[in-house]
């Protein structure tokens, strides 16, 4: 115990680094995937068949690839097309695309269970529907779309453990270093898995006392 | 930057991807089968009136739902050798896996046991089976059929989730569409082929779980 303690204390900045990437990526990938599964999840539940067409599409592939066959495609495509992506920024893109369709398609299952006579009521008092989503619809959604939402941050968070695979110096690349240095497997592996636990208990933590705080209507 | 689709590099190791899909789709079984007991056991303990019971299922829950299963698969491959237990990768895969969907699918069963209506319970219970034969053949049959939904839905995430094996070698289809991508440089088509064969398996799934959905009416 004491030998591996003072094998953390060595490796504390690496894998403090790395903890601050791994919430990094799963910030940005939260921030950005919610922002695009707002448009989607809009798209889906309002708009006409040939416009939501390209959404579902876009929805059910992301939905039916696994998540590493995402990183994968973003880490090797890119460089043929052109663009020159670093391994964060392909793993951050992947990460995003999976978190909009997934947030796309649990705020349009929030939108349509929305009872019909909100947005009647809405309409007969003279709301444009721009007005009708913003100070009606959304901020219904939102609320019982929080749930689901905080887990697709848990989600994130375990699935930005995969970008070590493209060599995304994130918390378990560089617990995968350590352990390539001082061959201690199972305590380094049993460590970071702490990690990844106490930080997504927390998250779990903070979206319940949101979930009382917004409160259920 | 010019880049003219050939697919005839993908179609040329088509046999290897979809070997890998069968070792997919192998391992998912595998580890749902042995998941689905572990589910039980623990989602039975979930809704038993001991506490300590219900402690330890929510542990093993809450516990394994928070770990990435990339963190579990290598504990599983580099880890408990350490310890003195060597599994080799289709072991320690299946193990991770399984421990993994045990937990998603004690939540999924738990939800199943609370499904089933009280008064077919009392029912049972005042016909004279005891309180074993209440639960394996009342409870159990009404529970499955309720979770079956969830349970084809956890069985795909589980499916997907087997491309985590290709960080271990274990060649099954993402491993081998790597190879492919770094060995033909096709690399749209290459990734375009895998993700395709990974939708279509999880279509073609969720049908058949569908067929099975409407041959069994909901209780």
Not at chain 1, 34 to 44: A, D, K, N, P, S
Not at chain 2, 59 to 72: D, F, K, Q, T
Request: with cysteine; charged share 10%.
């Amino acid at each position: 115990m004491q030998a591996f303690l003072d094998q953390l204390w060595i490796a504390r900045w690496p894998l403090w680094d790395g903890l601050l990437l791994t919430a990094g990526i799963a910030a940005a990938a939260i921030a950005f995937g919610t922002l695009l599964g707002g448009i989607v999840g809009v798209q889906l539940a309002y708009a006409p068949w040939w416009l939501r067409l390209p959404f579902r599409l876009y929805v059910d592939i992301m939905r039916g690839t696994p998540v590493l066959v995402l990183i994968l495609a973003a880490f090797y495509i890119p460089a043929v097309a052109g663009l020159s992506l670093g391994p964060t920024e392909a793993g951050t893109l992947a990460l995003t695309l999976f978190a909009g369709a997934h947030i796309g398609e649990l705020l349009r299952g929030s939108l349509q269970a929305i009872p019909p006579g909100q947005a009647e009521a809405g309409r007969s008092i003279g709301l444009t529907f721009p007005q009708l989503l913003a100070y009606v619809l959304l901020p219904q959604a939102a609320r019982s779309a929080l749930p689901p939402w905080i887990n697709t941050g848990v989600e994130l968070i375990k699935g930005s453990s995969l970008l070590s695979i493209i060599g995304v110096g994130e918390l378990l690349l560089r617990t995968q270093e350590v352990i390539g240095r001082t061959f201690m497997t199972i305590q380094f592996y049993i460590f970071a898995g702490i990690v990844y636990l106490v930080i997504n208990i927390a998250l779990d933590q903070l979206g319940k006392s949101l979930e009382r705080r917004v409160g259920q209507h | 930057m010019e880049y003219s689709l050939h697919f005839g590099a993908v179609w040329a190791s088509f046999d290897r991807l979809l070997s890998g899909l069968a070792i997919g789709l192998a391992l998912a079984v595998v580890a749902v089968a042995i998941g689905t007991v572990l589910g039980l056991l623990a989602a039975f303990a979930a809704v038993s009136p001991y506490r300590p019971l219900r402690s330890l299922a929510g542990l093993y829950v809450a516990l394994i739902r928070n770990l990435p299963l990339l963190v579990l698969v290598l504990l599983a491959y580099f880890a408990l050798p350490q310890i003195g237990i060597a599994l080799d990768k289709y072991q320690s895969f299946a193990g991770a896996l399984a421990l993994y969907s045990g937990a998603y699918l004690t939540e999924v069963f738990r939800a199943g046991l609370l499904s089933v209506p009280k008064g077919v319970i009392e029912a049972a219970r005042s016909i004279g089976l005891t309180r074993l034969q209440t639960n394996v053949s009342v409870v159990a049959p009404i529970m499955l059929r309720n979770a079956l939904p969830s349970l084809g839905n956890t069985f795909i995430g589980m499916f997907k989730d087997s491309s985590i094996a290709a960080a271990i070698a274990v060649p099954e289809l993402t491993f081998e569409a790597r190879k492919i991508n770094v060995d033909t440089f096709r690399v749209i088509e290459t990734w375009t082929v895998a993700s395709g064969l990974y939708i279509a398996a999880c279509v073609v799934i969720a049908a058949l779980l569908r067929g099975l959905e409407r041959r069994f009416p909901k209780f």
